[in-house]
């Protein structure tokens, strides 16, 4: 077993030298011979090696003699020992999430604290060959997301530096096999040998089959996380590229995507930018978030109609507005509704309106040629109310349009031009002091336009929009 774990290990790059491992260790068979492994693999690497137990009270007292065992066999080898109680059952209860969870989450928790507590290289956990089988039969049955599929990654990153598995490559038997040649006593969990988790019910009723019909089935899941592994890395990259061209907008906390072009992607790119577009506004995915979740965004997107919301998981939105989706969350949603407001635009003048848009003003002796396009706007001020306010719509706004008769309203406008609707309450109106809607910025003029280039003074407004694009992070 030794030497398939070392060979692993120098496959996979696993473990540089002089390099300082937090071990999570149980005081069980796995934990402890990796360990013990790990002690010997540190006479030829110079290893610095830290102890992390957790114990999640689950079982009393018989849990808190599993801290006592592990701590004696480190004070034994001189290994820096650091442990932790967590009530891992209150955790639960005031999360609403399951045993196997609970436990996860305070133990991971804990890990990286001692990760950076003593900004560790690695996080070595004693996940094996048979976990893996488990692992991606389990998701296979109960659903999960991309990369989830393949199952445990041999090596990914954590905390301050990255999470190992070496002994991926060897069974359950195979470690047992060690610990008994290397006269281990480790403790045993009898919650392992009942039926009431969906992993020891594969555990003890799948693997065995699985096993019957080839003892180095392992091995083919090994070689079916580093198929899907690669491929994954692959089909990303092709994502991340695909999807800078659809994103119009990338800050912190929101994402807005361009519908056509995204629905013009293949499927499988499509499923990989919603998870990239999810992992980066969620940081961490919630539990309850699943592929169904991914399923019907998708189906909104190519739906027909023009606008809708969805709700995800830890108050996510996603609206659609015509050919625009926006996520964010719902404080961002609040607080993107801004107020109401009025400004009147002084000479010269530069002002932040329309969520972060900019309009600005200046005086010009001549007529300028070059302000032309629905983003500038030219006043003759003798044919014009002085002065001239910003102002968010009004219900029943109406404007005379440059080369058309009578008026059309502002709604009807916004709709034409297709502007979203979580954007048309902070779209900037420009109005004359008698109320007269002169300017949509970026979308309409009206007649009251300057036609006359022979006066000796104008004046003219710049709108600017806000440029928020970036790049998915991986």
């Not at 799948?206 to 690669?230: C, D, G, W």
Request: aromatic share 10%; glycine share 6%; with cysteine.
């Amino acid at each position: 077993m030794k030497e398939k774990v070392y060979q692993f290990i120098q496959k996979h790059n696993l473990i540089s030298d002089q390099a300082k491992i937090v071990v999570g260790v149980s005081g069980g068979p796995d934990s402890l011979a990796l360990l013990h492994f790990l002690l010997h693999y540190k006479k030829d690497s110079k290893l610095k090696i830290i102890v992390a137990h957790v114990d999640h009270m689950f079982r009393g007292k018989e849990s808190e003699e599993d801290l006592k065992f592990v701590k004696v066999f480190c004070d034994k080898n001189e290994i820096t020992f650091e442990s932790i109680q967590v009530n891992a059952t209150a955790y639960k209860k005031e999360k609403g999430v399951s045993s196997q969870v609970a436990a996860r989450d305070v133990r991971y928790a804990f890990f990286d604290q001692i990760m950076k507590k003593y900004n560790a290289d690695y996080l070595a956990l004693a996940h094996h060959g048979d976990d893996q089988i488990e692992t991606i039969l389990m998701r296979l049955v109960r659903g999960s997301k991309g990369i989830g599929y393949a199952g445990m990654q041999v090596k990914r990153p954590f905390s301050v530096g990255h999470l190992i598995r070496p002994f991926l490559a060897v069974t359950k038997d195979e470690i047992e096999g060690y610990c008994n040649e290397h006269y281990l006593t480790p403790r045993l969990d009898p919650s392992n040998e009942k039926d009431d988790y969906t992993r020891n019910r594969f555990r003890h009723h799948i693997l065995p089959f699985l096993k019957s019909e080839n003892p180095a089935v392992h091995e083919r899941f090994l070689q079916f996380n580093q198929y899907m592994t690669e491929d994954n890395y692959v089909l990303n990259e092709l994502t991340v590229e695909k999807m800078n061209t659809v994103m119009k907008r990338k800050e912190d906390n929101q994402v807005e995507l361009e519908i056509t072009p995204f629905l013009s992607m293949p499927k499988s790119l499509q499923r990989r930018g919603i998870q990239l577009i999810l992992n980066y506004l969620y940081k961490e995915l919630p539990p309850s978030l699943s592929t169904v979740h991914i399923d019907n965004l998708l189906s909104f997107l190519a739906s027909k109609h023009p606008s809708g919301e969805l709700h995800f998981p830890n108050d996510l939105r996603i609206v659609r507005s015509y050919d625009s989706c926006i996520f964010l969350f719902t404080y961002t949603y609040l607080e993107s509704k801004a107020s109401p407001y009025r400004y009147r635009i002084d000479l010269p003048g530069v002002y932040k309106v329309g969520n972060g848009s900019e309009l600005s003003s200046q005086e010009y002796k001549s007529y300028p040629e070059a302000a032309k396009g629905n983003n500038c706007f030219v006043i003759d001020p003798d044919k014009v109310s002085l002065p001239v306010y910003v102002r968010t719509r009004k219900s029943g706004d109406k404007m005379r349009l440059k080369g058309m008769n009578g008026t059309k309203k502002v709604k009807d406008i916004f709709i034409d031009q297709k502007i979203p609707i979580q954007q048309r309450d902070t779209w900037p109106v420009v109005e004359d002091s008698k109320g007269e809607i002169l300017w949509l910025p970026g979308l309409k003029k009206s007649s009251f336009e300057a036609e006359c280039k022979t006066k000796s003074s104008y004046i003219v407004f710049e709108y600017k929009q806000r440029s928020t694009l970036g790049g998915i992070i991986k």
